[in-house]
């Protein structure tokens, strides 16, 4: 049961907090040290102006790209191979923060084709989640 509060486990296992979409073409590495978390995605093509990264619901990470069709296509040109995103090329990721994470300073970067996000750890303790209950006789 130690896993239920692992980031990891809750990143894989629940389809309500990690959606990425079909068109989704960046891959991810999440990364974890001491002092933060690190997201690592792949978007070689895309200008800072391109992606947006924004925290929604408190602790959603939102990550949106949209490119433009590359200016060598007209009307009449035709994907036979659409790999790299060139048919749109946009992407859409949200993933739940970790508790432990400071929301307000949260930085990314985008350099050589890689945007990295990082999220510190806050070490402040939290208050324990548990309530109890009491039973009584009648309702």
Do not use: C
């Not at 690190?38 to 949209?66: C, H, M, T």
Request: net charge neutral.
């Amino acid at each position: 049961m130690a896993l239920l509060g692992d980031p990891v486990r809750r990143f894989f296992w629940s389809p309500t907090i990690f959606r990425s979409y079909p068109s989704s073409t960046a891959p991810m590495d999440w990364l974890e040290s001491p002092t933060s978390h690190v997201f690592l995605f792949n978007v070689p093509g895309y200008g800072k102006e391109d992606i947006k990264v924004q925290v929604e619901d408190g602790n959603v990470l939102v990550i949106r790209a949209e490119r433009g069709k590359e200016a060598a296509q007209g009307k009449d040109t035709v994907f036979h191979v659409a790999e790299r995103g060139g048919a749109g090329g946009d992407f859409f990721r949200e993933i739940e923060l970790p508790e432990n994470v400071k929301v307000d300073q949260i930085k990314a970067q985008l350099e050589s084709g890689v945007l990295s996000i990082v999220l510190p750890k806050d070490s402040t303790p939290k208050p324990s989640k548990v309530r109890n209950i009491a039973i009584s006789s009648k309702l």
